[in-house]
Structure formats: C-alpha cells, structure tokens
Antibody
Framework: EVQLVESGGGSVQPGGSLRLSCTAS????????LDWVRQAPGKGLEFVSA????????FYADSVKDRFIISRDNSKNTLYLQMGSLRPEDMAVYYC????????????????WGQGTMVTISS | QSGLTQPPSVSGAPGQRVTISCSGS?????????VHWYQQLPGTAPKLLIY???NRPSGVPDRFSGSKSGTSASLAITGLQAEDEADYYC???????????FGGGTKLTVL
C-alpha cells in the first residue's frame, strides 16, 4: 500500500525541541520531493518545509526558518523534521506530504498525505 | 493583498451542484500559477482532488471539476452526496510571499 506514516508528535514545553519522522512505503521514496504541512486546531493548512528527492535542497516557511530543520534518509525511506525553540503558535497537526515531482517547486501539488501527528506546546 | 480567499461555508442538497470559489490576486492565481484543490473529510488528512487548475488524479470521481479565470479559481461538485461533506482547500504559489499559499478553507454542508 502506498502510504506515509508520521510519528514523533507529543507534548513539549515552550522553547523545547521535538523530532518528527515520516516513514514511506509502497513507492520509490527517493524519486520524490517531500514536504511538511501543518494545521493548527480548527485552522487551515500551512506549508512548513520541503526537501528535494536527493536531499540537496531544502525550503522553509518564514515562520519556522532558523528553528526547524528538514532532512531525509533515502536508505530508510524516512523524512524528518527537527523542531527547536518551539512556540505556542507551532502547536498543530503536522502532516507529511509527497510532491508530485522529485524536484521541489512551490507550484507543485501534494498528491499523497500521511495521517498526521499532533504537536502540543504546553507549560 | 497576498493570499487566497475562500468562502467559510457553502451548502447544498443531495443531487445539487455547488461551487467553491478561491479568489486571489495578480501575485498568485492572476499571474497564471496553478491552483490545486484538496478535500479534508472530518478527522482525516487532506486528499488531492484537483491539480493544475483542472486535472483530476486517478480515482477522483468526475463529479469534481476545477476551473480558473483571471484571479479566481473554482471547484464545482455535481450530484452532491452526503459523503462530500468536508472542508475544501485551494492552494497556489504567491510571488510576493515567494511560497506556497493555501486558502482559508470552505466547509461544505450537505443538507
């Protein structure tokens, strides 16, 4: 089955760190750019970060730049999001999503989504 | 103004046709950038419904169609069914923001 499965969410204090993972199956992971998109409770979708198929280029929303790091391990079919200096406004469900291309472009659609993992920021 | 504007809610009776608008500007939809549409059923992840303004991924019923004209895009759903009740989001690129933008989402209620 073609799927993305996120993990690593949980509750963390403001200023803390968390690493999310997204494991893929059912398709050739190394052929696709991948993204993180988040959704705050009761709110809409927000692009967070993206990475090219070979990991050589990364992209970030201004809201997370210099605090989050996206990476991937094509040998493990896994995408990561290292989140630091977490703020209350980072609380959201974080979705892993697949680009329709191997080269990331902000013009691309996301054709496959994981079920999401919740990140809660609470003191 | 950057960003995409969608109506917060629309509704229709089973069997009817509804449209959801996605209003942009000269820096996104009006510049010719592709618009994509997603369906998010309650409690689930988004699902790609339309890409590149008008294209349906494999498996999406032809009851769903997309169009674009000028600075606005639209998603049309014909033969409305109870299972279509969901949130719908449009997505494009904004050159002023230099990144991906999503509309605020539209909640479709099937009466």
């Amino acid at each position: 089955e073609v799927q993305l499965v996120e993990s690593g969410g949980g509750s963390v204090q403001p200023g803390g760190s968390l690493r999310l993972s997204c494991t893929a199956s059912g398709f050739t992971f190394s052929n696709y750019a991948l993204d993180w998109v988040r959704q705050a409770p009761g709110k809409g979708l927000e692009f967070v970060s993206a990475i090219n198929s070979n990991g050589d280029s990364t992209f970030y929303a201004d809201s997370v730049k210099d605090r989050f790091i996206i990476s991937r391990d094509n040998s493990k079919n896994t995408l990561y999001l290292q989140m630091g200096s977490l703020r209350p406004e980072d609380m959201a469900v974080y979705y892993c999503a697949r680009d329709m291309s191997g080269i990331y472009s902000p013009l691309n659609a996301f054709d496959l989504w994981g079920q999401g993992t919740m990140v809660t920021i609470s003191s | 103004q950057s960003g995409l504007t969608q109506p917060p809610s629309v509704s229709g009776a089973p069997g009817q046709r509804v449209t959801i608008s996605c209003s942009g500007s000269s820096t996104n939809t009006g510049a010719g950038y592709d618009v994509h549409w997603y369906q998010q059923l309650p409690g689930t992840a988004p699902k790609l419904l339309i890409y590149g303004d008008t294209n349906r991924p494999s498996g999406v019923p032809d009851r769903f169609s997309g169009s674009k004209s000028g600075t606005s895009a639209s998603l049309a759903i014909t033969g409305l069914q109870a299972e279509d009740e969901a949130d719908y989001y449009c997505q494009s690129y904004d050159s002023e923001l230099s990144g991906v933008v999503f509309g605020g989402g539209t909640k479709l209620t099937v009466l």
